[in-house]
């Protein structure tokens, strides 16, 4: 293993380098500062890549991006509370987290394929999170990751995984880790399945012995939101990572039943709670895949 260093100004960040040449994947975490299960799973993966050396290729491992992030346990850099990933690819003149960003969009220049790792809310299914439709090179990269689903990102610009595909051609995409609850707590068991994840797409490029392990996920449509406006006492019916149906029962709000208005497969489901006026939302879910 090589570890190099690279300063962004006054925040700088390690990357681990494994083998030479091409293939090259190149794996992220900590864009976000305070995605911690992110965080531990590639400092798992730089455990794992120590003792078992590649077939072939070449692996990068940042696996915190955002230091000064991490540090705060913030998702945000507290010099200029950017958001990394809407800034992408950066600005080597701007801002801290400009020139952050400018700088990790340079040193992942050379990768065929870049998986970025974060946390989503704690109430659902891990997730790859892509751009699928627009090239075959990254439907190829979300397949060979083995996590139950993959979903299709909005495609907002700024984000690395956005940006390193359109600008660059190159295959690239998120996984959505569901956070354990409380402040900086680390969901283990999910951080094992991503990084069983990681090593069956290391496989599938014979950059790793051995067969894949896992299967591919179910490609499905963009996240959708469901929200209530009334405030009152909730009670889920449904079961998260399942296909639901139009005019199935999601739950009772006051006890009275909601309704799912289309079909999909149910990501995420809101724990029975009294909801108030602010937090009012009930369930995510995701059509069939986009062709
Ligand atoms: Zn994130």
């Not at 300063?7 to 700088?12: D, E, P």
């Not at 040193?107 to 989503?120: K, P, Y």
Request: glycine residues 10%; negative net charge.
């Amino acid at each position: 293993m090589r570890v190099s260093s690279a300063a962004a100004g006054k925040n700088a960040y390690s990357a681990c380098d494994f083998g030479s040449g091409h293939p090259q994947i190149c794996i992220t975490a900590g864009i976000h500062g305070d995605e911690v299960s992110g965080i531990y799973t590639a400092q798992r993966l730089i455990a794992y890549l120590r003792i078992h050396p590649l077939l072939r290729g070449s692996v990068r491992v940042i696996p915190i991006v955002n230091q000064a992030a991490y540090a705060a346990q913030s998702r945000r850099d507290p010099a200029d509370n950017e958001d990394l990933n809407r800034i992408f690819p950066g600005d080597p003149g701007g801002s801290p987290s400009f020139r952050l960003a400018r700088s990790v969009y340079d040193e992942t220049e050379d990768a065929a394929m870049m998986v970025d790792l974060h946390c989503c809310g704690g109430h659902g299914l891990p997730y790859v999170l892509s751009v699928y439709s627009e090239s075959d090179n990254i439907r190829s990269l979300v397949s060979s990751l083995s996590l139950p689903v993959a979903i299709h990102s909005q495609g907002t610009g700024g984000q690395l995984f956005v940006e390193a595909g359109r600008r660059r051609n190159q295959a690239a995409c998120i996984i959505e880790l569901p956070s354990a609850f409380g402040r900086g707590a680390i969901n283990l068991p999910l951080a094992e399945q991503c990084l069983d994840a990681l090593l069956d797409l290391f496989r599938s490029q014979g950059i790793l012995p051995g067969e894949r392990q896992g299967k591919p996920p179910v490609l499905l449509g963009k996240l959708q939101d469901r929200e209530t406006p009334q405030q009152g006492f909730w009670l889920p019916k449904a079961q998260k990572g399942t296909w639901v149906d139009r005019g199935m029962a999601a739950g009772e709000l006051n006890g009275e039943r909601i309704y799912f208005e289309s079909e999909g497969f149910l990501m995420s489901l809101r724990p029975a709670a009294f909801l108030l006026d602010d937090e009012n939302w009930l369930y995510t879910f995701a059509p069939k895949g986009l062709r």
